[in-house]
């Protein structure tokens, strides 16, 4: 049964560069495609990015610019980083499966809170 | 981007009662070829991660409880559980599936016992 375990420092600073690991376990990460996706305290889900097993990736538009998603097949994992980071990205982070040939997401790692606080 | 707009933003129902959350698209998620609807919801518990109950609109995942149902098509969805369990007591969200990125979740609608 495949599982999927966020990790990663719990508190970051402002200005500075979150990185979240994403380890997939049970299964080969090459059997599907991955996303990232956060939950702001008490708010909805924001999709960041996905990442196909082929290394091809896409981002939202609304961090485009300070996201970097990839993939380190010999560990079964894959990871987030999130640059330049304020108080806006304190969030629960999520690793989760693509389901079948379409994005939506079939299953989630349990989350991983990040706090951006100096 | 797709905006989805769920309503209400919160309900409560009595145990046992039929519980309707709406989700509404600022564009149609209906691939016509296909005749699917890209339209997704998932079940929210504290603490925990979204869990997959819907997809393509009206298809329940496996393990799925079918009080559980789907509806809708283009701009239009709706989430029923047809009698209310304490352990439905939860936030839903939609999520839209459409071809391009970035795919988008509605603001969720949390459901209370009565």
């Known amino acids: 049964q495949v599982q999927l375990q966020e990790s990663g420092p719990g508190l970051v600073k402002p200005s500075e560069t979150l990185s979240l690991t994403c380890t997939v376990s049970?299964?080969?990460?090459?059997?599907?495609?991955w996303s990232w996706i956060r939950q702001p305290p008490g708010k909805g889900l924001e999709w960041i990015g996905y990442?196909?097993?082929?290394?091809?990736?896409n981002y939202n538009p609304s961090l485009n610019s300070r996201v970097t998603i990839s993939l380190d097949t010999s560990k079964n994992q894959f990871s987030l980083k999130l640059n330049s980071v304020t108080a806006a990205d304190t969030a629960v982070y999520f690793c989760?499966?693509?389901?079948?040939?379409?994005?939506?997401?079939?299953?989630w790692g349990r989350g991983t809170l990040v706090t951006v606080s100096s | 981007d797709i905006v989805m707009t769920q309503s209400p933003d919160s309900l409560a129902v009595s145990l046992g009662e039929r519980a309707t959350i709406n989700c509404k698209s600022s564009?149609?998620?209906?691939?016509?070829?296909?005749?699917?609807?890209?339209l997704a919801w998932y079940q929210q518990k504290p603490g925990q991660p979204p869990k997959l109950l819907i997809y393509?609109?009206?298809t329940r995942e496996s393990g799925v409880p079918e009080r559980f149902s789907g509806s809708g098509s283009g701009t239009d969805f709706t989430l029923t559980i047809s009698s209310l369990q304490a352990e439905d007591v939860a936030v839903y969200y939609c999520?839209?599936?459409?071809?391009?990125?970035?795919?988008?979740f509605g603001q969720g609608t949390k459901v209370e016992i009565k």
């Open positions: 989760a499966r693509r389901a079948s040939s379409f994005w939506y997401f079939d299953l």
């Open positions: 049970g299964g080969a990460i090459s059997s599907s495609s």
């Open positions: 990442l196909y097993y082929t290394g091809v990736t």
């Open positions: 564009q149609s998620l209906l691939y016509s070829p296909s005749n699917m609807n890209y």
């Open positions: 393509r609109a009206s």
């Open positions: 999520q839209q599936y459409d071809g391009t990125p970035p795919y988008t």
